[in-house]
T-cell receptor
Framework: GESVGLHLPTLSVQEGDNSIINCAYS??????FIWYKQESGKGPQFIID?????DKRQGQRVTVLLNKTVKHLSLQIAATQPGDSAVYFC????????????FGSGTRLQVQP | ETGVTQTPRHLVMGMTNKKSLKCEQH?????MYWYKQSAKKPLELMFV???????ENNSVPSRFSPECPNSSHLFLHLHTLQPEDSALYLC???????????????FGDGTRLSIL
């Protein structure tokens, strides 16, 4: 189900290391952001979201950081596991009542055992 | 179990065929979406439905015809498709937005469509 054929940037990490996946967005009016994980043959799976009134949010083994000044979003995965191998997408939405998301092109995370 | 179920998972059809993709969500959501994920582009929004009403058509060719009979079901009717329409078609749902609240969309696993 991932964007096979698209030239995705790839991040390769060793099992147990921390991973940082970055995303730049261009719309300064965007105020809601989501990270999704997409494994092969599956649809995107929600990981974590953040609103623009926050600059950090933590979940289980994941942290999202938002820097509105430079329009940058990052996903940090602690103690990366082989099951974390997937394509990761950031998505943004402007809070204008439009409920559609705009997706980035994704980053492939490869975890080496 | 994703809460959003799409059928069929795979579909091969000729350019003159007519087929339909089905999506069903069991999450009690009121907004549903169709996205296209192709090999050379990021995920693209096609249609948005909110409380069964179409609220967005992202310049999709008329050979794709959506239908939303109720908030739990969404269809995508296909006819006279082109080879470039081969892609993964993803359905998603979310609670209808209220005020300034945003909620994540939940996706199905998609229908892999191949046009011969």
């Amino acid at each position: 189900g991932e964007s096979v054929g698209l030239h995705l940037p790839t991040l390769s990490v060793q099992e147990g290391d921390n991973s940082i996946i970055n995303c730049a967005y261009s719309n300064s009016a965007s105020d809601y952001f989501i990270w999704y994980k997409q494994e092969s043959g599956k649809g995107p799976q929600f990981i974590i979201d953040i609103r623009s009134n926050m600059d950090k949010r933590q979940g289980q083994r994941v942290t999202v950081l938002l820097n509105k000044t430079v329009k940058h979003l990052s996903l940090q995965i602690a103690a990366t596991q082989p099951g974390d191998s997937a394509v990761y997408f950031c998505a943004e939405n402007m809070d204008t009542g439009r409920r559609a998301l705009t997706f980035g092109s994704g980053t492939r995370l490869q975890v080496q055992p | 179990e994703t809460g959003v179920t799409q059928t069929p998972r795979h579909l091969v059809m000729g350019m003159t065929n007519k087929k339909s993709l089905k999506c069903e969500q069991h999450l009690g959501h009121n907004a549903m979406y169709w996205y296209k994920q192709s090999a050379k582009k990021p995920l693209e929004l096609m249609f948005v439905y909110n409380f069964k009403e179409q609220t967005e058509n992202n310049s999709v060719p008329s050979r794709f015809s959506p239908e939303c009979p109720n908030s739990s079901h969404l269809f995508l009717h296909l006819h006279t498709l082109q080879p470039e329409d081969s892609a993964l078609y993803l359905c998603a749902s979310s609670p209808a937005a209220q005020g300034r609240s945003n909620q994540p969309q939940h996706f199905g696993d998609g229908t892999r469509l191949s046009i011969l």
